[in-house]
């Protein structure tokens, strides 16, 4: 069986948890050279070693997606860049009351900053080399009112507006940009946001969470990184400036 992504070089952001690990995984195992960037250097260095061990290509580079300069050297660094994944992000609980100046400075930074940093970053080498995908994660929270979501609907709003932006000026480039919208997904982010915003309740959190999907439970990182694979390979070579939703019905199905 022929690989989908043989010797393609693949960076993926905040590949060192959740969807981003998934992606780095699955996307090794088709054959991508795989520069995983993240600032939680355990958790890089630890997806890179395991992707290594089962004789796939990966290189971690300790990056604060926030930093443009950090951020540029790296991809100067990398070099050539067939995929994209603007995948790093955080979360924040609360309305526009609960939200302080810093909070959204805060998400602003990494979900939308880090996204701009790293289109910029990678731009010059797709349009030289007239070929390149990207492949922005945004969220259910960008074309919906989630409670309590304010900075990061507003973050992820943003990152369907730089992916339709990115995909109609260059797509004479050569180069596809989309995104995906996914519902919750059971990751160390979820997890992480539980525990600080609902501590005590995690248990009933986790589970009204869960059946806030009509399919009844969260997705996995993995059922994210199969779509991820199918767009940013050939098998999605007609798809650009689409916005995938992957929420198990929670946009489109009434409950
Ligand atoms: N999990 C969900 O339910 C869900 C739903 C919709 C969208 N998303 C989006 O998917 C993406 C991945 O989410 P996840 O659930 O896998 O999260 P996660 O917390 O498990 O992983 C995110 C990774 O990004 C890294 N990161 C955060 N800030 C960074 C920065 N400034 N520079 C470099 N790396 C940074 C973290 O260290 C971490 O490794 C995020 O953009 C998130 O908004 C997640």
């Excluded at 260095?45 to 290189?59: C, L, S």
Aim: proline share 3%; glycine share 12%.
């Amino acid at each position: 069986m022929s690989l989908k992504l043989e010797n393609k070089i693949a960076v993926i952001t905040g590949a060192g948890s959740g969807i981003g690990r998934a992606m780095a995984m699955l996307f090794a195992g088709q054959g991508a050279v795989v520069h995983l960037l993240d600032f939680d250097q355990k958790g890089g260095e630890e997806v890179a070693k395991e992707i290594q061990n089962t004789g796939g290509k990966a290189a971690f580079h300790f990056t604060n997606v926030a930093d443009f300069a950090g951020v540029a050297t790296i991809f100067e660094t990398i070099g050539k860049v067939d995929i994209l994944i603007n995948n790093a992000g955080i979360a924040h609980v609360g309305s526009l009351e609960n939200c302080g100046l810093d909070d959204f400075e805060k998400v602003y930074q990494v979900n939308v900053r880090g996204v701009y940093n790293c289109l910029h970053a990678a731009l010059p080498t797709m349009k030289n080399q007239k070929s390149g995908v990207i492949l922005n994660l945004a969220s259910v929270a960008s074309s919906i009112g989630i409670p309590d979501r304010f900075a990061y609907s507003m973050s992820k709003g943003a990152v369907v507006g730089m992916t339709l932006s990115v995909a109609r000026d260059y797509v004479t480039d050569g180069i596809r940009c989309n995104c995906i919208s996914p519902g919750r997904v059971h990751t160390p982010f979820v997890d992480g946001f539980i525990a600080k915003n609902y501590p005590g309740q995690e248990k009933e959190m986790f589970q009204k969470l869960s059946v806030s999907q009509p399919v009844g439970r969260m997705g996995t990182p993995e059922e994210i990184a199969k779509l991820a694979l199918f767009l940013c390979s050939d098998d999605g070579s007609f798809i650009t400036g689409a916005d995938y939703a992957i929420d198990g019905g929670f946009v489109n199905l009434k409950m």
